[in-house]
């Protein structure tokens, strides 16, 4: 399939931990986005990255991408509790279509 | 800037009855326009997509049909809904022209419709 598929699926952190999710796809890309959705709400973008870019960084947000491993990762640092929600990646070919994978859920303790 | 609006924000309808979802753009011209469906605890999956008045395409096959008859203005369709139309619905834009390789989406709040 083309979409994204994250890993792990759910991850509960302490306030001030980092932390970190990664996502594999199989086809070739032109970009990798994140987007952020706290409950029951639409998604935020957070992060798009291209094929020829490695890292990029946007405040508390690192996203690392490896096309030769057909990887990225997200690390979110200093974590706060409005970090709480769930974090997908997608993946946009040649084409209109962005494909998102099913997300991983971050509960950040206070 | 630019906003979308999308509504409504819940929907409860019984099977076989129809439905329409509104999405509109603003501040931006010729977008490309999204409707993607999120099952519950799941990933979105891209339902339709349009990259201008009155081309729409369709990625998954279905009782849903999507049509824009305004530049800024999405609609989503059933005739007769089943039970397995009940999720989230969301809508979305990108800029135009390539920009969609440049920018990320922007998402509205969402339809949560329910069909009973």
């Known amino acids: 399939s083309q979409q994204g598929e994250e890993d792990p699926q759910a991850l509960s952190i302490q306030e001030g931990e980092n932390a970190t999710m990664n996502c594999s796809y199989k086809?070739?890309?032109?970009?990798l986005q994140w987007y952020r959705q706290n409950s029951g709400r639409g998604l935020v973008h957070l992060i798009l990255?291209?094929?020829?870019?490695r890292e990029k960084h946007s405040g508390r947000l690192r996203v690392t991408l490896d096309t030769s491993k057909k990887s990225s990762s997200l690390l979110i640092t200093a974590s706060r509790a409005a970090d709480t929600a769930s974090y997908f990646c997608?993946?946009?070919?040649?084409?209109?279509?962005?494909?998102f994978g099913a997300g991983t859920t971050v509960t950040v303790r206070a | 800037s630019q906003t979308i609006h999308q509504w409504p924000a819940t929907l409860v309808q019984p099977v076989g009855s129809p439905l329409s979802l509104e999405c509109t753009v603003e501040g931006t011209s010729n977008p490309n326009l999204y409707w993607y469906r999120q099952a519950a605890g799941r990933g979105l999956q891209l339902l339709f997509y349009?990259?201008?008045?009155?081309?729409i395409s369709s990625e998954v096959p279905q009782n849903l049909s999507a049509s824009r008859p305004q530049d800024r203005q999405f609609i989503l369709s059933s005739k007769k809904l089943l039970l397995s139309d009940s999720g989230f619905y969301l809508c979305?834009?990108?800029?135009?022209?390539?920009?969609?390789?440049?920018?990320?989406?922007?998402f509205g709040s969402g339809t949560r419709l329910t069909v009973v």
């Open positions: 997608a993946i946009q070919a040649n084409d209109y279509k962005l494909s």
């Open positions: 086809t070739s890309i032109n970009n």
């Open positions: 990255i291209r094929s020829n870019e």
């Open positions: 979305a834009w990108s800029p135009p022209a390539g920009g969609h390789f440049l920018y990320g989406y922007t």
């Open positions: 349009s990259v201008g008045i009155g081309q």
